[in-house]
């Protein structure tokens, strides 16, 4: 029956399709994609490649396949074309969204301050990281205006105290002559709450950052649709107050 579907869905007469096309189209020119449905989306990226061709069941198909909007969007040209109906051009559409957003947020986050941005720096990263079958430790420079000057995966695999090594993170904050730092890395398990080891290495990457008197502004980690910020937990504050009191001479 499925194929019977594919197959009616594949033979619909031009006139039928230019029009269903058409009322797509100007729906989103009316109000954006609010009120579209996912598999409405994928068909109008999948006719940017095949423009004469009914896309409809392709779409729905990709959605069952890859479960949802950002599955599809995220899946590789190979597995997309095991569906019937997806083609390189077709294809084409989904993958060029998708380089687009990547490009359209890295060059938003590189051209504004991100001092008090956590959710413009999980939208950014997001992309780069969510999916990921490993940890990887991502670290954005900063200027003294908290302009962006440089982002680096500077380890992969399980982040914990025998991977991430602060010299070669400040090593490279001298290198780019940064003032400020932002820390992110993601959770493959989907779940953003930090381990007690994370919460170690931002205390050490905060302690390593101040004795060259660079300020670490947010640790960023990521899972499944969510983050933590450990600036927004007020964490960083604590850490910078228990630096002052060590430097002190304080014992806690």
Same mark, same amino acid.
């Given at each position: 029956?499925?194929?019977?579907? +594919? /197959?009616?869905?594949?033979?619909?007469?031009? *006139?039928? !399709?230019?029009?269903? %096309? =058409?009322?797509?189209?100007?729906? @989103?020119?009316?109000?954006?994609?609010?009120?579209?449905?996912?598999?409405?989306?994928?068909?109008?990226?999948?006719?940017?490649?095949?423009?004469?061709?009914?896309?409809?069941?392709?779409?729905?198909?990709?959605?069952?396949?890859?479960?949802?909007?950002?599955?599809?969007?995220?899946?590789?040209?190979?597995?997309?074309?095991?569906?019937?109906?997806?083609?390189?051009?077709?294809?084409?559409?989904?993958?060029?969204?998708?380089?687009?957003?990547?490009?359209?947020?890295?060059?938003?986050?590189?051209?504004?301050?991100?001092?008090?941005?956590? +959710? /413009?720096?999980?939208?950014?990263?997001?992309? *780069?990281? !969510?999916?990921?079958? %490993? =940890?990887?430790?991502?670290?954005? @420079?900063?200027?003294?205006?908290?302009?962006?000057?440089?982002?680096?995966?500077?380890?992969?695999?399980?982040?914990?105290?025998?991977?991430?090594?602060?010299?070669?993170?400040?090593?490279?904050?001298?290198?780019?002559?940064?003032?400020?730092?932002?820390?992110?890395?993601?959770?493959?398990?989907?779940?953003?709450?930090?381990?007690?080891?994370?919460?170690?290495?931002?205390?050490?990457?905060?302690?390593?950052?101040?004795?060259?008197?660079?300020?670490?502004?947010?640790?960023?980690?990521?899972?499944?649709?969510?983050?933590?910020?450990?600036?927004?937990?007020?964490?960083?504050?604590?850490?910078?107050?228990?630096?002052?009191?060590?430097?002190?001479?304080?014992?806690?």
């Amino acid at each position: 029956m499925m194929d019977t579907q +594919r /197959e009616t869905s594949g033979n619909r007469p031009p *006139a039928e !399709r230019n029009g269903h %096309r =058409e009322r797509l189209r100007e729906k @989103f020119q009316k109000a954006g994609l609010a009120g579209f449905l996912d598999h409405e989306i994928v068909e109008l990226l999948l006719t940017l490649g095949t423009p004469r061709r009914d896309c409809r069941g392709p779409a729905r198909q990709a959605l069952r396949e890859f479960k949802s909007f950002r599955g599809v969007l995220e899946a590789s040209p190979q597995e997309l074309q095991r569906i019937p109906g997806l083609g390189p051009r077709n294809v084409f559409g989904l993958k060029l969204v998708h380089e687009v957003a990547r490009r359209f947020l890295k060059d938003k986050i590189m051209s504004r301050p991100v001092c008090h941005s956590s +959710r /413009e720096v999980f939208d950014y990263l997001t992309h *780069a990281l !969510r999916d990921l079958k %490993r =940890e990887q430790f991502k670290v954005i @420079f900063l200027d003294a205006k908290n302009q962006v000057l440089e982002e680096k995966t500077l380890f992969e695999g399980t982040v914990d105290a025998s991977a991430v090594y602060p010299r070669e993170v400040i090593r490279d904050a001298l290198r780019y002559e940064a003032s400020g730092l932002i820390f992110a890395h993601n959770h493959p398990s989907g779940d953003p709450e930090p381990s007690l080891c994370d919460k170690e290495i931002t205390r050490d990457l905060v302690f390593a950052a101040r004795c060259v008197q660079v300020k670490v502004l947010d640790h960023i980690i990521i899972g499944n649709n969510r983050f933590f910020s450990f600036a927004d937990h007020g964490l960083l504050t604590t850490y910078d107050l228990l630096f002052r009191n060590v430097c002190a001479g304080g014992r806690d």
